[in-house]
T-cell receptor, first 113, second 118 residues
């Protein structure tokens, strides 16, 4: 799985959009970009994933650059409950087989009131 | 759906004692993962199972650690004997098999077991 680089920490004002960047310059064509987050004292939680196209769900949007070497997770209206460590993970998916997630250090997002 | 269930939620034990952590995956999921989280090393995989069969146990620290999955609805992680450096939060996660046209494998994590070995 390709290596990812994320900022150690970020702050965001409550109600504003939180934009979390991730660099994955060695990503290969069959690797997906996944985002998970971990709220303090809880297990990690899936947010969103994508391959090439931008994706949106009820939690967030994922913007992947055309060359796929970087991506941005967008929380459109951050709330205090979005304060968490956000992990960007790049991995190959193999049909029929599950594989582990390799977590880096992630970005500590703090949403300020 | 109750989600992934782990027990106990907290465990305090003395060095040398046996510790058994338990996990019940989400019904219908056929993959189960054990992760450990510490401040120093972050989140790291210990072992995972597909269809109750261990696939990769390269993350298991040493022979003191063992994991079993006797059936699709239950797994244990055992530490014997326990040591202070085993103090960590242990997470269990489960996921379902990827199928053609569904290239997504979402792992669902339990609340974790916080282990303190004195």
């Amino acid at each position: 799985d390709a290596k990812t680089t994320q900022p150690t920490s970020m702050d965001c004002a409550e109600g504003r959009a939180a934009n979390l960047p991730c660099n994955h310059s060695t990503i290969s064509g069959n690797e997906y970009v996944y985002w998970y987050r971990q709220i303090h004292s809880q297990g990690p939680q899936y947010i969103i994933h994508g391959l090439k196209n931008n994706e949106t769900n009820e939690m967030a949007s994922l913007i992947i650059t055309e060359d796929r070497k970087s991506s941005t997770l967008i929380l459109p209206h951050a709330t205090l409950r979005d304060t968490a460590v956000y992990y960007c993970i790049v991995r190959v998916e193999t049909e029929g087989s599950a594989r582990q997630l390799t977590f880096g250090s992630g970005t500590q997002l703090t949403v300020l009131p | 759906d109750a989600g992934v269930i782990q027990s106990p939620r907290h465990e305090v034990t003395e060095m040398g004692q046996e510790v058994t952590l338990r996990c019940k995956p989400i019904s219908g999921h056929n993959s189960l993962f054990w992760y450990r989280q510490t401040m120093m090393r972050g989140l790291e995989l210990l072992i995972y199972f597909n269809n109750n069969v261990p696939i990769d146990d390269s993350g298991m620290p040493e022979d003191r650690f063992s994991a079993k999955m006797p059936n699709a609805s239950f797994s244990t992680l055992k530490i014997q004997p326990s040591e202070p450096r085993d103090s960590a939060v242990y997470f269990c996660a489960s996921s379902s098999r990827l199928t053609l046209g569904n290239q997504q494998e979402t792992q669902y994590f339990g609340p974790g077991t916080r282990l303190l070995v004195l």
